[in-house]
């Protein structure tokens, strides 16, 4: 388990994990969640007391289009393996982290 945070405006780079999937709990800000897995592309509004999956293989991003931080628990499973788990992808927005 772990809890992050991006500052308002700021933009994550786009990835896909290998073999973890993720449980997302938002915790506090506003913001948006981009996931694409084959054919299938969604954007979700984040909002506090949201909870979201992101399954293995998936490509996503997030960005923070509130006045405060988004906080966000997530839970990996099976446990983060390490260096290497996310290999970059192309999102929809531009990195801004």
């Known amino acids: 388990m772990i809890s992050f945070s991006l500052e308002p405006g700021a933009i994550s780079k786009a ?3 290998k073999t973890v999937e993720e449980i997302w709990y938002v915790v506090t800000g506003q913001g948006q969640l981009w996931r694409r897995r084959g054919e299938r592309e969604e954007v979700t509004g984040l909002a506090p007391g949201l909870s979201l999956t992101i399954p293995v ?3 996503f991003q ?3 289009d509130g006045d405060g931080p988004l906080q966000i628990i997530a839970v990996t ?3 983060w393996p390490g260096g290497g788990e996310a290999d970059a992808v ?4 531009e990195p801004a982290i």
């Open 15 to 17: 990835v896909a994990h």
């Open 57 to 59: 293989g998936t490509a």
């Open 62 to 64: 997030f960005r923070n």
């Open 77 to 79: 499973m099976p446990p």
């Open 90 to 93: 192309a999102g929809i927005w």
